[in-house]
């Protein structure tokens, strides 16, 4: 383990496909720069899918957004 005292910051990124235009619609009218957000993994009950517990794994804000449209069904 190598130790520093610079200060770094995390990030990640985050996509999704499937989207329907009217999500994308509200996320270019309702201005999601610099607002919050947080994933959590989600533990679910294998036999009826009832959420057990959620564990966050990422905080912070949207610094940025691009949108693209692929007709790409991998």
């Known amino acids: 383990i190598k130790e520093s005292s610079k200060l770094t910051t995390g990030s990640v990124n985050i996509q999704l496909s499937g989207v329907s235009q009217a999500l994308i619609a509200d996320f270019l009218n309702n201005g999601y720069i610099n607002k919050k957000v947080t994933i959590k993994r ?4 294998s036999s009826t899918n009832a959420l057990i517990n959620t564990l966050s794994i990422f905080s912070g ?13 991998q």
């Open 42 to 45: 989600a533990y679910l009950n």
């Open 61 to 73: 804000k949207i610094d940025s957004m691009h949108i693209g449209d692929s007709n790409d069904t």
